[in-house]
C-alpha cells in the first residue's frame, strides 16, 4: 500500500493530521511524499490559487469542476507517479473523492461527468487507502475561519484561501453527507475518523490504522 489521501470538510484537522502521519512513517523508517490538491506542482499551483480565491465568487460550477481536473491531470503526471515509482508512501492531502463530495453532492454537477473527468485525470492513479475526518460543518467552519484570521494576522499579503469557507451552511452539510456516503460505498478504503477528538487522540488512531494496512 502506497498511495494514501485524507479526506474530510473545511477544518477537520485533515492538514494537521497528515503531516503528523508523514512525521510517524518517516521515523519509521519510510519513505514518504507528502502533497496536497488542487496544487502539488507548480502549475497545479497556479490552478491552486485560482481555485481558492474568494474573489473568484463568479466561477461557476463547471468551470471550477473543469480547472479541478487539469490541477489533478498535471499532479499526477508531475509529482504523484513519479513518487510512487521510486518507492515512497504518498500521502495526499484531498483527491478524486474532495471533487465528488463537493462539486457532485455540494454543487450538485452530474456524477457521471465528474466520473469520466476523474478517470481522464488520473488513469489506473487510484487511492489504496482514504482516510475520512468527520466532523460537524459548524465545528469545521469555526476552525477553517480561525486558521484564516490568524494567517492573515500573521502576514497581510497572506493568501485568504477561503472562497470555500464563503459557502453556505447547507452546502457544507451536502458535503459531508456525501463524504459519509462515499465512505460508505467503499468501506474496504476508507478509514473513517472521529475528528472530535483530541489531535493527539486521532493521531493515534491514524497511525495505528494506517500502519496495521502498510506493506512492510
Do not use: W
Not at 133 to 153: Q, S, Y
Amino acid at each position: 500500500m502506497s498511495f494514501i489521501t485524507f479526506e474530510g470538510v473545511e477544518g477537520c484537522g485533515k492538514t494537521t493530521q497528515i503531516r503528523l502521519l508523514a512525521d510517524a512513517l518517516k521515523k519509521a523508517g519510510k519513505k514518504v511524499l507528502l502533497t496536497r490538491e488542487p496544487g502539488g506542482c507548480p502549475i497545479s499551483d497556479k490552478i491552486r490559487a485560482i481555485l481558492l480565491d474568494a474573489g473568484n465568487s463568479e466561477m461557476t460550477p463547471k468551470a471550477e469542476l473543469l480547472l479541478y481536473a487539469a490541477a489533478r491531470a498535471q499532479h499526477i503526471d508531475e509529482t504523484i507517479r513519479p513518487a510512487l515509482a521510486s518507492g515512497a508512501i504518498v500521502l495526499c492531502d484531498r483527491f478524486i473523492d474532495a471533487t465528488v463530495a463537493y462539486q457532485g453532492f455540494g454543487r450538485g454537477l452530474d456524477q457521471n461527468l465528474i466520473t469520466v473527468l476523474n478517470e481522464t485525470a488520473t488513469a489506473d492513479c487510484r487511492p489504496d487507502l482514504t482516510v475520512l475526518i468527520d466532523c460537524p460543518v459548524e465545528t469545521g467552519l469555526e476552525r477553517a475561519i480561525a486558521r484564516i484570521e490568524a494567517g492573515t494576522a500573521a502576514d497581510s499579503n497572506h493568501l485568504r484561501e477561503e472562497r470555500f469557507e464563503q459557502e453556505s451552511l447547507q452546502f457544507h452539510q451536502r458535503v459531508r453527507n456525501g463524504y459519509l456516503h462515499i465512505a460508505a460505498a467503499s468501506p474496504s478504503r476508507f478509514i473513517v475518523i472521529d475528528g472530535k477528538e483530541s489531535v493527539d487522540v486521532i493521531a493515534a488512531n491514524i497511525f495505528s490504522a494506517v500502519s496495521a494496512r502498510i506493506k512492510n
